[in-house]
């Protein structure tokens, strides 16, 4: 089974709002990652997990936070998103990091609209 | 700088009609090539990994091959379900060695 799952599949949230996305998968992968995804754009990766812990971070404003509380969930926490900041929000995951190269599977994403 | 460059951007196929789509590359010590499936509004499905030169993969009517600069996805007698764009993807030395750098994609139509 190579499934990774996201929630909720859309959401909608004013600048002023806290939201999270939540992903999750079991099958027991030690790298996670969060990638944004724009209208007719290949994704770009925001964050990368490595055995629970933060190794990547893309330059990203602020006002995206992850947490990964074990191997298995990782979450991306949204707070004072501006409009340009909607897009599909991708999870994905691999076996390891490192200097083995491992394929990465995604979910379904998170389709997000800031108004 | 690593490059990945997909053509045609994008492509209309009559059912049946067999074809061929390019993913070029310039990056400093391949560690892999990734071909993916995105259907509109969905997370893109892994479908193949290449490694070295001269490898090919094979799946259902699909056919990824690999030489030093270039990839080619071949699709032979397409049927209106493959419609979606395809990416590539590079992993590469030079970079953290586990992120993925994108082509832009090409978007497959096939036509009934």
């Known amino acids: 089974d190579t499934e990774v799952t996201q929630t909720p599949k859309h959401l909608v949230m004013g600048m002023t709002n806290k939201k999270s996305l939540k992903c999750e998968q079991h099958?027991?992968?030690?790298?996670m990652y969060w990638y944004k995804q724009k209208a007719k754009k290949p994704p770009e990766l925001m964050f990368v997990?490595?055995?629970?812990?933060?190794?990547i971070n893309e330059s990203v404003p602020s006002r995206f936070s992850p947490e990964c509380p074990n191997s298995s969930l990782l979450n991306l926490h949204l707070h004072a998103l501006q409009p340009e900041d909607s897009a599909l929000y991708l999870c994905?995951?691999?076996?390891?990091?490192?200097?083995?190269?491992?394929?990465?599977?995604f979910g379904p994403g998170t389709r997000l609209t800031v108004t | 700088e690593d490059q990945v460059t997909q053509s045609p951007e994008a492509l209309r196929l009559q059912e049946g009609e067999s074809s061929s789509l390019n993913c070029s590359y310039t990056v400093s010590g391949l560690r892999g090539l990734f071909w993916y499936r995105q259907d509109p509004g969905k997370g893109p499905e892994f479908l193949f990994t290449?490694?070295?030169a001269g490898e090919e993969k094979e799946k259902e009517r699909l056919k990824a091959t690999l030489t030093k600069k270039e990839s080619f996805l071949h699709i032979t007698a397409p049927k209106p379900e493959d419609s979606a764009t395809y990416l590539c993807?590079?992993?590469?030395?030079?970079?953290?060695?586990?992120?993925?750098?994108f082509g832009k994609g090409t978007s497959l139509l096939v036509t009934p």
């Open positions: 993807a590079v992993q590469a030395g030079s970079n953290s060695g586990y992120a993925l750098n």
């Open positions: 994905a995951s691999s076996q390891g990091t490192g200097t083995v190269t491992y394929e990465q599977y």
């Open positions: 099958m027991g992968h030690r790298a």
């Open positions: 290449l490694y070295s």
């Open positions: 997990y490595s055995y629970e812990k933060l190794s």
